[in-house]
């Protein structure tokens, strides 16, 4: 079967074969850093570290190239269904964007800030994205959330989490 | 008998009060995450993996137990009260447990799946507490080079068998392999995929990979494709059957056991289907067939034993010989590794006390858990209402949080984004996610095998095959592979795309979807949710106001 | 001329549909279904599936009434989307089911048919089921 001629199915081919390019770049990226690796060869481990990651690298350069072919001929990997999740729409970018910016935030903010304030922007920003629109509400059960988890895991569980800017107050 | 006296000292260990409070928050949690949407216990336990570090290992694992048999009742009560599955094994029960509660019947619908639940569980615990041991002995004699066949065999019978695009599978596996090569090669000490980083030279923590593709992968995606229109959710009271129901439903209980053990405890079985083939035997046993499809008991009695007996048999392969075969498994494998314990036949006698305390636990949560779910079932449809926001958004936050803890490091949170990212991926292009979670975990121990039998053979590659385990097993995986190339072969007048005949892993390149979906129920691994639109309603309703206008005129 | 009915799938709501299309009729005017839900959760059993749709449908075409029926899930409650449709299209006559309340019922009562009650532009019909 060749690849479909209509414009979307042709776009939706393309986006999958993304796909079969990460693989084909996992598999390089694997076989290079193999190569640069010594193998003393001893009687102990005739096997040498490089035996996996040339088999694993050949599995995903094999794979790439099946799946692209696989792809233009017109397969299609079927989308994870879900009770929650309604496939005939595509993908909620107005959700997605706002809620890695959160998670985002969260990272950089983490050290510096301390838990307790990026937590916070962390699930008050994700309720936000979500769709959640109650402001204060979810303000207060951000803040809740992170200060108790802030407690809960030092008192219970002894990990100090980073308390960045509050370092006195808290 | 031995068996017996180690079983006694494990319920001494289990039921003492802290255990005991364990068990109880296992199997409540358990039941809370089988009924609300977007989560699962395999997720679950993977954001419990971080925090349950300072328990006792027989205490946190006592809790996971009870998570997972939990999910499976947790996922019984939506699927029949809600028509739309949280466990893709559930799918079967939703077929005639749906329509008994549309049809005013779900009490008696609740009933049976909870009591034959109980039952299966029971009798598929116990045949873990005879067979386990069993295996063990026989395994414990497995020398290097058949104990690397089984683990590639396990690996390949769960790529291969499961899911719709065998391609799409070792696609996956591949990557997982790859991700479980960063880091320092344990032999020779040199780093592997670090790219200079010294963050990664000590390989990617299996708790943040797991974090990252069960939890942040799952929030992304179905935040992506939430569910714009709500469903309803039938009222109910308090489960209970009449004298009928009961009759009905003891042999489809019994049944369902004998198909489903099997199954879970074979690599590649899944609980999808056992539970299929109970419904199906159902139906044609019944004295009622004509009630399949309008709400016949027997086809809920029966699947849901299978269900259940599936999980107990799941984990006899995980504590005999470390290997898992479904997600839930893989993650509590994770555990293992991560408390230091070393998964394989020697974990019975290493950590006898633990293995043995966890079987007892596996009854005295099953049997909570009919206690508890029996009169709390109406509860639990409360739940239901809990707001999607906080939800998804409490996944989030507790999967960073969880990540971070492990290290402290901000570098693991960078992770978690980027295998969220790869998880979001692959549930978009249908690259199933447990074998990219086997291949991490299990592809370090595979290499080590594989050196092991290599070093006693002094390099020489027969010596894989030096073991009369090790070359049937060969043989087996190399019917696996085969399979579908010869079943081409057989029926020669299928319409199949004229596939590469060189690999036999190609995937059966059907473009109208796969082929496999034709006969049965998607065949996926229960990490993932099974695509509902066979039952569910199809969401017809788009997010903003207009349903179409629908002028009249008079 | 537009009415506009607050539905849900109770008896009340049954009730206000009925005495809504009772007035349609009476004024030849368009009815203007509303049936919203917050979108919130998974589950929410005020909200109309397919089923209850197609005979709301069916029974307002043999009735020949001309009508709009819309479910809007934007995140608002219930009270804004009838006043939101309400105040869009002009309507000349809102209509609400009510339900019986116990004294402290009352107290702690429905803000929803409060809030339509002292908000609305236009006349407000509370109907109680049967």
Redesign the interface.
């Given at each position: 079967m060749s690849s479909s001629p209509t414009l979307t199915s042709r776009l939706k081919g393309r986006s999958e074969l993304g796909v079969a390019l990460l693989l084909g770049a996992a598999g390089v990226l694997v076989l290079v850093d193999a190569i640069a690796l010594v193998t003393p060869y001893s009687q102990s481990d005739p096997v040498g570290p490089k035996t996996l990651p040339y088999i694993v690298s050949g599995l995903l350069l094999v794979c790439a190239v099946l799946l692209a072919i696989n792809v233009l001929r017109g397969g299609q990997g079927e989308a994870e269904g879900g009770e929650d999740v309604d496939l005939s729409h595509p993908a909620d970018w107005k959700t997605i964007l706002p809620l890695v910016g959160a998670f985002v935030a969260n990272i950089l903010l983490i050290d510096w800030a301390g838990w307790v304030i990026s937590g916070t922007v962390l699930f008050w920003g994700s309720a936000w994205a979500l769709g959640s629109r109650h402001y204060v509400r979810d303000g207060l059960i951000s803040v809740a959330l992170a200060v108790l988890t802030f407690y809960g895991f030092y008192l219970g569980l002894g990990i100090p989490l980073p308390a960045g800017l509050l370092e006195g107050i808290l | 008998m031995d068996v017996l006296s180690s079983l006694m000292d494990g319920f001494a260990t289990a039921l003492t009060p802290m255990n005991l409070l364990y068990a109880v928050i296992g199997v409540i949690l358990g039941s809370a995450v089988g009924v609300l949407p977007g989560l699962g216990p395999a997720m679950t336990i993977a954001l419990l993996l971080p925090v349950t570090y300072v328990l006792e290992p027989t205490s946190a694992f006592i809790m996971f137990a009870g998570i997972y048999y939990g999910g499976m009742y947790g996922g019984s009560t939506t699927s029949i009260l809600l028509n739309t599955p949280g466990e893709s094994s559930s799918v079967v029960t939703a077929i005639e447990g749906n329509k008994m509660a549309k049809a005013g019947r779900a009490a008696q619908a609740l009933a049976t799946a909870a009591i034959g639940s109980f039952v299966a569980g029971t009798i598929g615990t116990a045949l873990l507490a005879v067979f386990a041991p069993i295996v063990v002995e026989f395994a414990v004699s497995l020398g290097s080079p058949s104990y690397f066949a089984i683990m590639v065999l396990a690996l390949v019978a769960v790529t291969a068998v499961l899911g719709s695009s065998r391609l799409r599978g070792f696609a996956s596996l591949g990557l997982g392999l790859a991700i479980g090569l960063v880091g320092m090669d344990s032999v020779t000490g040199q780093r592997r995929l670090t790219f200079g980083q010294p963050l990664l030279a000590d390989g990617l923590d299996i708790v943040v990979v797991a974090v990252a593709i069960f939890a942040v992968g799952e929030a992304l995606w179905v935040a992506a494709h939430m569910r714009r229109t709500p469903l309803h959710v039938i009222p109910v009271g308090r489960p209970w059957m009449g004298k009928q129901d009961w009759k009905r439903s003891w042999k489809p209980w019994l049944r369902g056991t004998a198909f489903g053990f099997p199954f879970g405890a074979l690599p590649a079985g899944g609980a999808e289907i056992p539970t299929f083939l109970s419904y199906v035997t159902e139906k044609r046993l019944s004295k009622h067939p004509e009630e399949f499809g309008k709400g016949a008991i027997e086809g809920v009695a029966g699947p849901e034993a299978a269900n259940n007996a599936a999980a107990a048999g799941t984990m006899t392969p995980l504590l005999a010989l470390g290997l898992p075969t479904n997600a839930t498994a893989a993650v509590m494998l994770a555990a293992f590794v991560q408390f230091g314990i070393q998964p394989g036949p020697l974990l019975f006698a290493n950590e006898g006390p633990l293995v043995w305390a966890l079987i007892a636990s596996l009854f005295i949560g099953n049997f909570l858990l009919l206690l508890i779910n029996l009169p709390l079932a109406p509860m639990w449809a409360k739940i239901l209402q809990l707001p999607r926001p906080y939800l998804y958004a409490g996944i989030l936050f507790f999967a960073t949080l969880g990540a971070y803890s492990v290290n402290l490091q901000a570098f693991d949170l960078v992770l978690l984004l980027v295998l969220g990212a790869l998880g979001f991926m692959m549930r978009r292009f249908g690259l199933p996610v447990l074998p990219l979670i086997l291949g991490v975990i299990l592809g370090p121990r595979i290499e080590g095998q594989l050196r092991k039998s290599l070093q006693l053979s002094a390099g020489d590659p027969a010596g894989l095959l030096g073991e009369p385990i090790a070359i049937g097993i060969y043989v087996i995986l190399a019917l696996i592979l085969m399979w579908p190339l010869l079943f081409k072969l057989f029926r020669r007048n299928r319409p199949a795309a004229a596939g590469p005949s060189s690999a036999a892993a190609a995937a059966p390149a059907a473009p109208s979807g796969s082929s496999a979906h034709a006969d049965l129920p998607v065949l996926s691994d229960d990490s993932v949710r099974s695509d509902s639109a066979a039952h569910s309603r199809s969401s017809v309703k788009p997010d903003s106001s207009a349903h179409p206008d629908k002028k009249e005129t008079p | 001329m537009t009415i506009v009915v607050g539905y849900v799938p109770t008896p009340e709501g049954e009730a206000a549909l009925t005495q809504a299309i009772h007035e349609a009729r009476k004024s030849?005017a368009?009815l203007l279904v509303i049936n919203s839900?917050k979108?919130?959760?998974?589950?929410?059993?005020r909200?109309a599936?397919?089923p209850e749709?197609q005979s709301i449908?069916d029974r307002?075409?043999t009735q020949?009434?001309?009508?709009?029926?819309?479910?809007?899930?934007?995140?608002h409650d219930a009270a804004a989307e009838v006043l939101d449709a309400a105040e869009e299209n002009n309507a000349e006559l809102i209509v609400i089911g009510l339900r019986r309340r116990t004294p402290v019922g009352k107290l702690i009562m429905g803000s929803v048919s409060q809030r339509i009650l002292l908000e609305a532009d236009c006349p407000v019909l509370a109907v109680k089921a049967g």
């Open positions: - | - | 030849n368009t839900s979108g919130d959760a998974l589950v929410d059993n909200y599936q397919e749709i449908e307002l075409a020949g009434i001309e009508h709009v029926i819309k479910q809007p899930v934007r995140g």
